[in-house]
């Protein structure tokens, strides 16, 4: 026995579509009871992040979108047709939901009438619209370059109330399948979570997810360089005085610092809520590093003082503390009495409790007092440069986390 196989033919096709558009009305919602709701699901595909701009405070994401729903006015029986189950139009001939981003930078409408629609005989119709957009995100550059953020993509039916559209996500939520990662940013691909809601009134679905700037280029070109111009500026207390360069040296350390805050504030958002801790530790550095250049021309002054200038017991005091070792490896000597001299224990070898002050503040000159005060200021400098620089990067990288801008 030889069965026959039923296929539709182009004349098949071509009847059925005729058929089924004679009397349907592309403008209207595809229900037969017009007070009824139609419900669309959802099916979103990421395939791309080619661009994320926190200054301009929005990102690009290339994202395609199936929709499904049930249009009562296009059902037809196989077996009038030749077998036909399923054929596909352009979207312009029949009702498609205007499908529009509502945190858009510029306004973006999905829908794009030349593309297919799949339809069932059952009436299940299938519309998959996408492309690369540009939605908004609000960024919270507080732990700029560790900084994550919580963005969302906001769509909803232009035009069409919530009761008489609606929306739902029977299965996953965004399909990342085919994602092509970002060599700045990292998206959790894990992290899609939706929200159902409304927006002037009308249906709205709400897509979350995660994304984390990938801070390894900005540890390399901006915070390695400012610690190490944080250790230049400690090292212009080890520049000799005659050298007449310590000034200039200073000026120099400050405006690099100055550059390197510009070239920060040119990838931050104009926003002062919050300010990034980044910004606060250039400036900080930036204000010791002024400092610095404060003391290096207080302390030539003093270098360059003659003997005429009376010395304050203060500054003879700075050189005793800086001098303390030396001092302390000196044979001392035992207390002098009136019309004798002092003589020095050699058997027992004992330390004696009185030095000879008077002898070492006679040799005392500016040039010394100059010289202890680089020193004390060195070592100072050192401890305020670096440990709240540890501190401040510490913090900044521990405390970052996911957070959602303020709107």
């Keep these: 026995m030889i069965g026959t196989i039923k296929a539709e033919t182009y004349e098949d096709v071509s009847n059925l579509r005729s058929t089924l558009l004679t009397s349907y009305n592309a403008d209207m919602l595809p229900v037969n009871d017009q007070t009824r709701s139609l419900n669309i699901n959802l099916s979103t595909m990421v395939f791309t992040m080619p661009e994320v701009d926190p200054v301009l405070g929005a990102i690009k994401m290339g994202i395609m979108v199936t929709q499904e729903w049930y249009d009562e006015r296009l059902t037809w029986t196989p077996s009038d047709h030749n077998g036909t189950m399923v054929f596909s139009m352009k979207a312009e001939n029949i009702w498609t939901p205007p499908l529009t981003v509502s945190n858009p930078v510029t306004f973006t409408l999905l829908d794009t009438p030349w593309m297919q629609a799949t339809i069932m005989f059952n009436g299940k119709v299938m519309f998959t619209v996408g492309g690369i957009i540009q939605f908004s995100c609000s960024f919270s550059m507080k732990f700029w370059p560790f900084d994550k953020h919580i963005c969302t993509l906001n769509l909803f039916p232009y035009g069409y109330m919530a009761s008489r559209v609606t929306f739902s996500v029977p299965g996953t939520i965004v399909d990342t399948g085919i994602y092509s990662e970002n060599g700045e940013w990292y998206l959790d691909t894990n992290s899609f979570d939706y929200e159902l809601g409304t927006v002037f009134g009308m249906s709205e679905i709400v897509y979350s997810f995660k994304i984390a700037r990938l801070s390894s280029f900005y540890m390399l070109t901006v915070i390695l360089p400012i610690n190490g111009i944080g250790m230049l500026t400690c090292l212009v207390f080890l520049l000799p005085s005659e050298s007449g360069e310590r000034v200039s040296y200073a000026i120099t350390i400050m405006l690099s610092l100055a550059v390197f805050l510009t070239v920060t504030a040119e990838d931050l958002p104009k926003n002062s809520k919050p300010i990034p801790i980044i910004c606060v530790y250039i400036l900080f550095n930036l204000i010791i590093c002024i400092l610095g250049l404060l003391f290096v021309v207080l302390n030539l002054i003093i270098f360059n003082r003659t003997k005429k200038v009376k010395m304050a017991e203060i500054y003879k005091s700075i050189v005793r503390f800086t001098k303390r070792k030396s001092l302390r490896r000196k044979i001392r000597v035992e207390p002098l009495r009136k ?32 010289d202890a005060i680089d020193k004390i200021l060195f070592v100072l400098f050192v401890v305020v440069t670096y440990i709240p620089s540890i501190i401040i990067l510490i913090y900044t990288v521990a405390a970052s986390e996911y957070v959602r801008g303020e709107q």
Aim: charged share 45%.
């Design 339 to 370: 019309n004798s001299t002092a003589k020095i224990n050699v058997k027992s070898r004992e330390p004696v409790k009185v030095f000879e002050h008077r002898r070492a503040d006679e040799d005392i000159e500016w040039k010394d007092v100059s």
